[in-house]
């Protein structure tokens, strides 16, 4: 169960990071350098940005609930 949890933990870890610096700044961010025109044809908060965000919101859920399920197992097994 420890291993499955810290393989959860370092998944959601690393799609936290991309889905993070994916998210489109004040400067515009990673997001319209890599969708280039697709992303500058959508403005403000389009469907892709709110698709963005809910992702972004599971995958922090995943890693905090990863990290109190983690910290409970080594609380009970120590």
């Known amino acids: 169960m420890i291993l499955t949890l810290q393989i ?5 870890s690393l799609l ?5 610096l994916l998210h489109r700044g ?3 961010g990673l997001s319209s ?3 280039g025109s697709f992303y ?5 908060s389009s469907v892709v940005e709110r698709n963005l965000d809910r992702l972004t919101i599971i995958a922090g859920a995943v890693w ?7 910290g409970l ?5 120590g």
């Open 40 to 44: 500058s044809s959508l403005s403000g």
């Open 16 to 20: 936290l990071v991309v889905l993070v």
């Open 8 to 12: 959860v933990l370092v998944l959601a």
């Open 64 to 70: 905090a609930i990863s990290i109190i399920g983690l």
């Open 73 to 77: 197992l080594y609380k009970n097994a």
């Open 26 to 28: 004040k400067g515009g």
């Open 33 to 35: 350098m890599l969708g």
